[in-house]
């Protein structure tokens, strides 16, 4: 058993409950336990950093110091709250540690999630569990931005050619397609705003991985994951094109890999079923 | 070492250098050295010397071919007896001090000596390992057995290996696992069978039984699955085992004693055919009807069908074994017995046949039947009839081997049951899942209690009990418990318990103690481990018996040992000696490789199988076997198949070599380790490494290069399509704070302005396209070479950082993202993109420097003393080259002889101490002698002979005119051969000799030597080249090859006959120096060469030393005070009591020749004559002064020079000082002046960063066309632009206008980033004005006859390589007036100066002559063709009316021979009458009527 903190942050309670019911359920098969923080709070977001920096930092650093109580290491499943968090840790680590209320030692480590299922540890629990190989499924890895850049906050060692999904898929035994996207940019809150801004960037992905060969995208980040699924349908009509990519959560693979029925259920929440690829290679549960 | 006595003695420093690494800095380093009286040791980490300049295919700016330039300097080295090559070798450490250093140096084995390879290469034709090419950048790939390039010196090969490979390493009788894969990969079955042979003499009976450790150690099992290495043994030993003539080993000459070997198992075969292959009588006892053991009567048929035993049981008989069967030791015969019938050795190997009983009871129930008995009599034919249902006991191999025997005899249902769980069982997990698939039931964790019988004592049932894994026991295996009260009973009616075998020692009883072994408690016989003896003498014993039931190469491994031991033995020889030292094993890195399933064996099918006896596994096919073995790594590089030393004639190989630590005692020390090119993999938005056009700087060096893996044919390496658009993308590496390298790597801006001017060249209708930040060409001819580039030669150059490089996924083309001048983000697609990689000290140095004692900055660069670049920080040691800082290879070559001055200077009173000086018989007189021509043909091993008849060569030279002696040699030039050629030159009183094998530029010296050696004139020799010229280009046409080469061999001797003996004479030489300009540079070069003991004049016109430096310069940009320092020199200068100043002076004249000229100097109108025997020529440069800019109008308008002065003196305008412009490029890279003056850029950079120190309001704006501030000078410019200072560029076409306003100047400017019209106010304007030539360079080069460049710089013997030599002998240059400098640069230039003048001056007399032109002067009519013809100008019109040609200088190029129309003019050595007399050769079958036979010389 893994015993480890988890932030699960604001966008996991609403709009992506399916990210966070697959993480949880998943967590816990393969050995997992998850300690929810307690009495966490926001992590400042954009909104938070656009104003104050400072009251973006305390935001974070108080749920910090929770968890540095907790004595666990944290996990977070959100990109952006990752990166918010690795922010605050480097200025509570930093020489202006004394501007802010809050004390954090450093004495845990804070996971993005994904890199926290890529380790060894990790991958040995899930092979103790491994049902099928993920034959069939030709995922391209899109990392997204905020776990790894820029990599003075984030710690990431390969922050333009990220490959930990890319072994975690192909260690479940899918056929992963290496691209050139995996950083770039899902256009993210603009959506609201701008959706041309985001179509035109969403499509520039879409193009890429139906060029090389493709046949669903798998993210780690519920805003990457909303960008590219819900709009799948406006994109193609837009630029003409008939995409079909199932936008998956490396968790639901992971899933689907030890046989966890529940993956049908949460595939459901998504904009594009991905059923037909499913059946289609043979992975349905 | 013996220099360690005659190093110190009487306190004198020790007359020898160490240089460590052998790139171009080491190289010239170790010439300068080994030329002027020091021994030197040069060590490189390489199996050869040449570094990376060696891989360059051109170098820039004069496009010259690299390997061309750097082979010549290979072979100096190489031929310089001063200089010992030690390659493959690191400093471990440096103990002593200046001038008395003790170098401990690790030398690694190459594997091949250096003093017998002859380069052949032939190795290389065997060597089935294949490993990425390093030389070329692993574009492709090379053997293990290499050299890098053919001109590589050492010219002798080398052999990779990371240690045994693991595989080897893990089969207990050393079986070369890796070695027959990599020969079976090749086709060459029988080769590998032959090396499988060398170990292991069963191996068709272990392709099928063994349980191959060799598998579980094998590295491709971490990737995917090992490779299937038993299966392949297999492949290869049953095509030999059913080849018309199977393998059989040669058999040594027949010796006396007998040997007699007890058991004809595995053990006894093994032990038996080693000892006969040594030529020993060998009998072997056997018990059973048939040999093999258990081969024949444990395993099956099914698995080891019982032909192949017999088979390999006869080859082993075919050696002259003796099988006794059916004869039982203890009973027939007894070990007493065998002894009186005169054995001289016997070999207990009786193995383990008695099945161990279980200790419950029921077991002497009927139907229960040990399985050992059971298959014993299901292997001699018969079928017991075991019932329906079968419990078999156990979990190893025989237990398994019984199951399935249990089936194919007719049982039903047979079930194992094994009291652990399946991960512990023992036997084989083929036979697990064999046995599956044929249905047998296997029941984990039960353990047998009773057997229960029925009425008739007959099995019924058997009760088991279930168990659980407890902790571990000795075995490492979780011990089982057994569980209270879970016994259960199951149905059987038979029970074949195989749970372990025990050894029969009846065939001890009744012997006598003195020839009985000890035994232990187990019942085996205990021995030596490492002989095998036991403690009775003459008896050994091994296998089973002594180690309990083990595997068959167990068995085997014994047998191979005790062959040893036994041998040994009766030779009287120590048996012990040497026998534990193994090699270490390869600790192999996981490499990258696609991923491949192992080969699957075919199988019969399941159903068929339980039916017979039939052999299950069905053997590899070629196909599978090969495509399986090209799965194996080569993880332990060399696969010890021993190919090599099979082919190698010479015998050069030794793959026993180890490891050497040698000790040297030197007197002072070079740090040259060169450099590496950063990992572009860092740089991950470019996509290198994972889009295959994506490659490196050195990368596409070596796709240029017709030596590199594409033979200079441009194209990708992805998919070998032609590129037609190419993007370099510079500063990869370079200038990158995020990567830690922020410094400038200097030199790749013009490399690949230079790859891109070459590979249009190689493909004209390639676009190249180079994106940079500022182009970085300051360096001499960078700039025409960079204007060349992009206004003629069609290279496009874009101004911009590229962001990012992805890969078009359908064509592979990149599409390259950036944003342009007007900043726009552009996509653009190229077919390839070229990273232009920066330069980074080797990880590793940084280690050695610690090693060596020095230190080093933060990115490996050496620290120096100031004003002293070649220095460390440690006394003695001296660097140069990149590991100094980035640079070219002009730089490094200056800097290189710098180095080599310092060196000297140390050691400098012991010059000559250690050098080593060949002794030279008196030579024998040959004048009126009858030509006596010996000749002497090189097989070259089979180089040559493979396909030039050289016997018939050899045979028809004996037929040619006054050839007294012909004869082949296998390598002419080893040095076995040069003796015997001595001898022969003696005995045969030769007067001429001709060698006809390989090319003269190589090895004519080493056979003129061997002349020199025999008492003859060297120039008495000739040479055929019938290698290159015949068996190279003509082996297809072996007879044709052969004519030719008989021809060459006639010309050779036709010219042989008219050569004669010349002779090189001697003068003194004037050991004094001549330097003129007493600027820092003069100054520098003087104090060296006085410091090292040579007499110097120094001349300056000026009435004070000291130069532009003492004038001008105040602070360097690193801080350090200018004038301090030139002071002190000024006055080590007038107070060296070596040296003669001479002020307000000026050299009027000169004459004489290199070695000795003489100059009259006038000094106040009076004149004084010197003498010298070199001349250096220092005289400098000036700043250009401004004529643009209102300079000279407006007095806020200054140059940088003048602006340094006030900032230095403190000028307190200084200080109220608002706005201050600076404009680079005043005078320098335009039209007039097309060259970049290198200073100005640090100049401005530096000293806005002091302005902005003494007033930190000032705003300080620099208008720039490229900032250059190049190497580690770069991170001035990053502080600079950290401290405000603004940098705005202009185009030369929109230069800046200035304009005087009120109290200040406005200076409007076109800023280039924004695109628009910037006005500037400015309290002062500062101009960065040229540095041009200095006026007195005209006048010197008048005089002195030296040539000036476009510039009106003095120009240099060579750009590249001689950048410190005049094309005059005997002339040096350093300083400002080769091109601008630093003050540091000029100081290391001119310490080169005085250590290439020192390889002259240190010599006492020097030898002219030789190979000349010369004069006859009464047919020299004077009409001035010579004069002119010359391109060294050394042919003048003498005193008395006839062209005189200095044999000092003189060249011997014939230039002007072939042009004087008197024919007056003759080249020694190449006489009209030699060349003719030749060619007539080659024209006239036989030579009779052109050579005159036996006529008088």
């Given at each position: 058993m893994i015993d480890v903190s988890y932030y699960p942050g604001c966008s996991l309670e609403g709009t992506a409950k399916d990210y966070r019911e697959s993480i949880e359920t998943v967590c816990e098969r393969v050995g997992i336990k998850l300690h929810e923080l307690e009495d966490w709070n926001c992590c400042g977001a954009t909104a938070a950093h656009s104003l104050s920096h400072k009251a973006a930092i305390n935001l974070s650093a108080r749920n910090l110091t929770i968890a540095e109580k907790a004595g666990m290491d944290l996990v977070i499943p959100c990109a952006l709250c990752f990166n918010r968090m690795k922010a605050a840790e480097k200025v509570l680590l930093g020489p202006y540690r004394r501007e802010y209320a809050y004390r954090f030692e450093g004495s845990i480590k804070i996971w993005d999630l994904l890199d926290f299922f890529c380790q060894d540890r990790v991958k040995a629990e899930i092979a103790r569990r491994f049902k099928r190989p993920l034959k069939g499924l030709k995922p391209v890895c899109y990392y997204g931005c905020m776990a790894n850049r820029p990599p003075t906050i984030t710690d990431a060692r390969n922050w333009e050619n990220p490959t930990n999904m890319d072994e975690l898929l192909s260690f479940l035994g899918a056929e992963v397609i290496d691209w050139p996207y995996k950083t770039d940019c899902c256009g993210a809150s603009h959506v609201v705003a701008r959706p041309d801004i985001v179509f035109n960037l969403v499509y520039k992905l879409f193009d890429m991985a139906e060029r090389v060969g493709a046949n669903c995208i798998v993210v780690s980040c519920q805003m990457c994951q909303a960008n590219l699924d819900m709009y799948q349908d406006e994109i193609s009509k837009k630029f003409n094109r008939d995409f079909y990519f199932p936008i998956l959560y490396f968790t639901e693979l992971v899933g689907m890999a030890i046989g966890e029925k529940q993956v049908n259920r949460w595939l459901?929440?998504?904009?594009?079923?991905?059923k037909p690829l499913i059946e289609s290679v043979g992975l349905n549960l | 070492m013996s220099n360690q006595e005659n190093g110190t003695k009487n306190g004198k420093p020790v007359g020898s250098v160490m240089v460590m690494g052998g790139g171009i800095a080491g190289m010239q380093a170790s010439l300068d050295l080994a030329n002027s009286g020091f021994l030197v040791y040069l060590v490189d980490k390489n199996i050869s010397i040449g570094g990376v300049m060696a891989q360059l295919d051109k170098t820039f700016p004069t496009n010259d071919c690299s390997t061309c330039m750097i082979s010549p300097k290979l072979i100096e080295v190489a031929s310089n007896p001063n200089i010992e090559i030690i390659t493959r070798a690191e400093v471990e450490r440096v103990e002593g001090e200046a001038g008395n250093f003790v170098v401990t140096v690790k030398k690694y084995p190459r594997f091949v000596r250096e003093d017998r390879c002859t380069g052949c290469g032939e190795c290389i034709n065997v060597c089935p390992v294949d490993l990425p090419a390093d030389f070329n950048q692993g574009l492709n790939t090379r053997k293990a057995i290499y050299r890098h390039f053919p001109q590589a010196i050492p010219s002798t090969f080398a052999i990779d290996k990371l240690g045994t490979s693991p595989c080897k390493a893990a089969c207990p009788a050393g079986v070369h696992a890796h070695g027959y894969v990599a020969l079976i990969r090749q086709g060459k079955y029988k080769e590998a069978l032959k090396l499988v042979k060398k170990d292991n003499p069963l191996p068709s009976i272990c392709g099928r039984v063994c349980p191959h450790p060799c598998e579980n150690a094998c590295t491709r099992g971490e990737v995917d699955e090992p490779v299937a290495i038993d299966f392949l043994k297999r492949f290869v030993a049953d095509l030999d085992l059913y080849d018309e003539e199977p393998y059989l080993p040669e058999v040594k000459e027949k010796k006396e004693d007998k040997v007699a070997i007890v058991g004809g198992g595995p053990a006894g075969l093994t032990a038996a055919y080693f000892l006969a292959m040594e030529g020993y009588p060998v009998t072997i006892y056997e018990s059973m009807p048939e040999a093999g053991g258990w081969l024949i009567y444990g395993i099956p048929d099914y698995r080891l069908p019982k032909e192949i035993v017999r088979k390999e049981i006869e080859l082993i008989e075919k050696l002259g074994v003796e099988i006794k069967t059916n004869v039982c030791v203890g009973k027939d015969v007894t070990l007493k017995s065998l002894k009186d019938q005169d054995y001289k050795a016997i070999f207990i190997a009786t193995g383990t046949t008695k099945s161990r009983a279980m200790g419950i009871e029921g077991e002497d129930l009927q139907g229960v039947i040990p399985g050992a008995d059971f298959l014993r009599r299901v292997n001699v034919g018969e079928r017991p009839d075991l019932g329906e249902t079968v419990a078999v006991i156990g979990g190893g191999n025989v237990a398994m081997d019984t199951a399935r025997s249990a089936l194919r005899t007719g049982a039903k249902k047979v079930m194992v049951l094994y009291r652990r769980a399946l991960e512990q069982m023992p036997a084989n997990p083929e036979e697990i899942e064999e046995a599956q698939e044929e249905g047998v039931e296997f029941h984990y964790l039960v353990a047998p209690v009773k057997i229960i019988g029925d009425e008739n004592g007959r099995v019924k049932a058997i009760r088991c009990i279930r168990m659980e894994l407890g902790k571990a026991d000795e075995s490492g295996r979780r011990r089982p418990i057994p569980i209270e009260g879970s016994e259960f009973e199951i149905e059987v009616d038979a029970v074949l318990p195989a749970i372990g075998l025990s050894t029969?020692?009846?065939?001890?009883?009744?012997?006598?103690d003195d020839l009985k072994p000890k035994l232990s408690r187990w019942q085996t016989i205990e021995i030596d481990p490492i002989t095998l003896a036991t403690n009775v003498e003459g008896i050994f014993a091994g296998g089973d018996v002594v180690t309990g039931a083990a595997t068959v190469i167990d068995a085997i491994a014994a047998g191979k040992k005790v062959a040893v031991s036994i041998d040994r033995y009766l030779r009287g020889e120590d048996m012990a000696a040497g026998r534990k030292a193994q090699q270490p094993v390869a600790q192999p890195k996981i490499p990258c490789v696609q991923k491949a399933p192992r080969a699957r064996m075919p199988r019969l099918d399941p159903e068929e199988r339980v039916k017979s006896f039939s052999e299950v596994q069905l053997g590899f096919s070629e196909e599978e076997a090969i495509k399986e073995a090209e799965r194996c790594l080569n993880c332990g590089l060399c696969s010890e198949c021993y190919q090599c030393v099979e082919v190698c004639q010479a015998e050069a190989i030794d793959h026993e070599m180890t490891e050497e630590t040698l000790e040297l005692n030197v007197g002072s020390i070079l740090f040259s380790p060169g450099f590496e090119t950063f990992d572009a993999k860092l740089k991950a938005e470019y996509g290198y490494g994972r889009?295959?056009?994506?490659?490196?700087s050195l990368e596409f060096e070596r796709i240029l290069s017709a030596s590199g893996p594409t033979t200079g044919h441009v194209v990708r390496p992805g998919d070998h399509k032609e590129p037609k658009k190419i993007a370099w993308i510079q500063c990869v590496g370079s200038r990158d704070a995020s990567l830690k390298r922020d410094y400038c790597s200097a030199v790749c801006c013009m490399y690949a302005t230079k790859q891109a001017i070459i590979a249009k060249e190689h493909a004209p209708d390639i676009e190249p396209t180079i994106f940079f930040?500022?182009?970085?060409?300051?360096?001499?001819?960078f700039e025409r070479y960079y204007e060349r580039a992009k206004n003629q030669r069609g290279v496009r150059y874009v101004r911009s950082l590229v962001s990012r490089v992805v890969e078009v996924p359908e064509t592979k083309d990149l599409m390259v993202q950036y944003v342009d001048e007007e900043g726009q983000i552009q996509t653009e697609e190229f077919d390839m993109v070229v990273l232009s990689v920066g330069l980074k000290p080797r990880k590793e140095t940084e280690e050695y420097a610690e090693r060596i004692g020095i230190e080093v900055d933060s990115y490996g660069f050496t620290k120096s003393k100031p004003f002293d670049i070649v220095s460390t920080t440690r006394e003695g040691v001296f660097a140069c080259g990149v590991i100094q800082n980035p640079k070219d290879i002009p730089e490094t070559v200056a800097q290189a002889s710098a180095a080599s001055a310092e060196a000297q200077r140390v050691i400098a009173e012991s010059r000559g101490q250690l050098v080593r000086v060949l002794e030279k018989p008196p030579e024998r007189p040959v004048t009126g002698e009858i030509p006596r021509v010996g000749v002497f043909i090189c097989h070259c091993g089979i180089n040559i002979a493979g396909v030039v008849d050289v016997e018939a060569v050899t045979e028809y030279a004996k037929t040619l005119p006054n050839v007294v002696f012909a004869e082949h040699l296998l390598f002419s030039c080893s040095t076995d051969a040069t003796e015997h050629i001595k001898e022969v030159i003696k005995e045969q009183k030769l007067n001429r000799v001709v060698v006809a094998s390989c090319s003269l530029r190589t090895h004519e010296p080493l056979f003129q030597t061997c002349l020199e050696e025999a008492g003859l004139n060297k120039y008495l020799f000739e040479m055929a080249n019938i290698r290159d010229q015949c068996s190279w280009v003509h082996s297809e046409d072996k007879e044709k090859a052969t004519e030719k080469a008989k021809d060459l061999v006639r010309m050779a001797v036709a010219r042989s006959v008219f050569l004669e003996p010349l002779y090189e004479f001697s003068f003194q030489v004037a050991q004094q120096a001549l330097v003129i300009g007493g600027g820092v540079a003069g100054m520098t070069a003087a104090l060296n060469l006085a410091d090292q003991g040579f007499f110097t004049y120094l001349v300056e016109k000026e009435s004070e030393l000291g130069g532009q430096a003492r004038k001008n310069i105040f602070f360097t940009p690193d801080g350090l005070d200018a004038q301090s320092y030139v002071n002190e020199l000024v006055e080590k200068v007038q107070n060296h009591d070596k040296i003669k100043v001479f002020t307000k002076a000026q050299v009027i004249d000169y004459s004489g020749h290199v070695g000795n000229f003489t100059s009259n100097v006038l000094v106040d109108g009076e004149k004084e004559s010197i003498q010298y025997g070199i001349a250096i020529i220092a005289t400098g440069a000036v700043e250009y002064q401004p004529k643009e800019y209102l300079y000279g109008e407006n007095n806020r308008v200054l140059t940088q020079l003048q602006f340094h002065k006030a900032l230095a003196t403190g000028d307190d305008s200084i200080k109220d000082l608002k706005d201050v412009v600076m404009i680079q490029c005043v005078g320098s890279r335009d039209e007039e002046r097309p060259y970049c003056s290198r200073v100005c850029c640090t100049a401005a950079v530096v000293n806005s960063l002091k302005l902005k120190e003494l007033n930190p309001d000032v705003n300080v704006t620099i208008l720039y066309r490229d900032i250059r501030t190049f190497g580690t000078k770069e991170l001035y410019y990053k502080k600079a632009r950290e401290a405000g200072i603004r940098f705005i560029r202009y185009e030369p076409e929109q230069k800046p206008e200035v304009k005087a306003s009120g109290n200040g100047l406005e200076i409007s400017v076109f800023d280039q980033s924004i695109k628009r019209n910037v006005l500037l106010r400015a309290d002062r304007l500062v101009l960065s004005a040229a540095i041009v030539p200095s006026p007195t360079n005209k006048d010197i080069a008048q005089v002195f006859k030296l040539n000036e460049d476009a510039d009106g710089f003095f120009m240099e013997a060579h750009v590249k390589l001689r950048p410190i030599d005049f094309a005059n002998a005997g002339f040096f240059l350093c300083g400002l007036g080769h091109g601008p400098k630093f003050l540091d640069e000029a100081i290391a230039h001119a310490k080169g100066a005085a250590s290439r003048a020192a390889t002259l001056l240190s010599k006492k007399e020097m030898f002219v002559g030789g190979r000349v032109a010369v004069v006859d002067r009464k047919k020299c009519a004077v009409c001035c063709t010579c004069v002119r013809a010359c391109p060294y100008g050394v042919p003048y019109i003498g005193p008395h009316g006839a062209a005189v040609i200095e044999p000092a200088i003189c060249r011997g190029c014939g230039v002007c021979a072939s042009e004087c129309p008197g024919k007056a003019i003759s080249l020694q050595h190449t006489t009209d009458v030699q060349v003719i007399t030749k060619v007539e050769g080659l024209l006239e079958e036989s030579l009779e009527g052109i050579v005159p036979s036996q006529a008088s010389n």
């Open positions: 459901t929440k998504h904009f594009v079923s991905a | 029969d020692l009846s065939f001890l009883n009744g012997i006598t889009y295959d056009n994506v490659i490196t930040i500022d182009i970085r060409a300051m360096g001499k001819g």
